[in-house]
């Protein structure tokens, strides 16, 4: 039989949350030109958010400038940032 | 010009569109082409992450779609447009209820462009009841109004109910 040497592996510090663990953000821009009930048709659309729910997001948009739509892996916010760009809102993802 | 959505089916006509507002319409889904690079910017903005790879592969793999789904729409309300009828001296539409979603993109990418093309601020896009219109700014400012119009209604029929805010 072969002999086989073994090592202990190196240990590795690891924080209780990773990067990898933080999820992503669909954030949503205002404009000026895009009308607020379009865009509380798309998120309704997109999203399937009940009637208040996307208003109000509409409003969080309008007022402060941006929203926080969703949040969860970065694989769908991509998809969603880029359904959300076939709708003309202006939408990017970051990391929370 | 009277807005009305047919018992059968839903669809929606537009009648008594005057000559100048049938020729908007008409133009509507060409404003975008060769508009430059604020409306193409505006029309395919960046996915915000600073990292360059996920820009580069926006732009390769993600764009593309993007633009052949608003130049489907285009074609969409083109071949609608290339229906209108004349009656009289006025125009009629008519908008087969499915053909919705494609209008308000293409009414969108038109008015998105306008404002590009011509750097309309928010207290540009603020300005209502102008009475006249004394160059191409008021008139690309008339056109983003009188799209956005024919977007709210397109947006009551399809959610039940006024759609203003």
């Given at each position: 039989m072969m002999a086989v040497e073994t090592k202990d592996l190196p240990s590795v510090e690891t924080g209780e949350e990773t990067e990898l663990d933080k999820p992503w953000n669909v954030v949503v821009h205002n404009d000026p030109v895009n009308l607020m009930s379009y865009v509380t048709h798309v998120f309704r659309?997109?999203?399937?958010?009940?009637?208040?729910?996307?208003?109000?997001?509409?409003?969080?948009?309008?007022?402060?400038?941006?929203?926080?739509?969703?949040?969860?892996?970065?694989?769908?916010?991509e998809f969603y940032v880029e359904q959300l760009h076939g709708y003309l809102l202006l939408a990017t993802l970051e990391k929370s | 010009m009277t807005f009305r959505e047919l018992p059968s089916g839903g669809d929606l006509v537009i009648s008594d569109i005057p000559e100048g507002l049938a020729e908007m319409l008409r133009q509507a889904p060409r404003i975008n082409e060769n508009s430059g690079p604020e409306a193409e910017a505006r029309l395919f903005p960046?996915?915000?992450?600073?990292?360059?790879?996920?820009?580069?592969?926006?732009?390769?793999?993600?764009?593309?779609?993007?633009?052949?789904?608003?130049?489907?729409?285009?074609?969409?309300?083109?071949?609608?447009?290339?229906?209108?009828?004349?009656?009289?001296?006025?125009?009629?539409?008519?908008?087969?209820?499915?053909?919705?979603?494609?209008?308000?993109?293409?009414?969108?990418?038109?008015?998105?462009?306008?404002?590009?093309i011509h750097n309309f601020s928010e207290k540009d896009m603020s300005r209502r009841n102008f009475r006249t219109i004394e160059n191409s700014r008021d008139l690309a400012r008339f056109q983003i109004d009188f799209f956005a119009a024919i977007q709210e209604w397109m947006l009551e029929v399809l959610d039940g109910e006024p759609g203003g805010e």
């Amino acid at each position: 039989m072969m002999a086989v040497e073994t090592k202990d592996l190196p240990s590795v510090e690891t924080g209780e949350e990773t990067e990898l663990d933080k999820p992503w953000n669909v954030v949503v821009h205002n404009d000026p030109v895009n009308l607020m009930s379009y865009v509380t048709h798309v998120f309704r659309t997109v999203f399937g958010f009940s009637k208040e729910k996307a208003r109000r997001h509409m409003l969080e948009v309008h007022h402060k400038g941006r929203s926080v739509v969703w949040s969860g892996t970065r694989e769908k916010a991509e998809f969603y940032v880029e359904q959300l760009h076939g709708y003309l809102l202006l939408a990017t993802l970051e990391k929370s | 010009m009277t807005f009305r959505e047919l018992p059968s089916g839903g669809d929606l006509v537009i009648s008594d569109i005057p000559e100048g507002l049938a020729e908007m319409l008409r133009q509507a889904p060409r404003i975008n082409e060769n508009s430059g690079p604020e409306a193409e910017a505006r029309l395919f903005p960046s996915p915000g992450s600073e990292d360059p790879t996920l820009i580069d592969d926006w732009k390769a793999h993600v764009q593309p779609g993007i633009y052949d789904l608003f130049l489907d729409a285009r074609n969409t309300v083109l071949a609608d447009l290339g229906a209108m009828k004349e009656t009289g001296d006025s125009f009629e539409l008519v908008i087969p209820r499915r053909r919705i979603p494609a209008w308000l993109n293409v009414l969108n990418q038109a008015r998105l462009s306008l404002a590009a093309i011509h750097n309309f601020s928010e207290k540009d896009m603020s300005r209502r009841n102008f009475r006249t219109i004394e160059n191409s700014r008021d008139l690309a400012r008339f056109q983003i109004d009188f799209f956005a119009a024919i977007q709210e209604w397109m947006l009551e029929v399809l959610d039940g109910e006024p759609g203003g805010e």
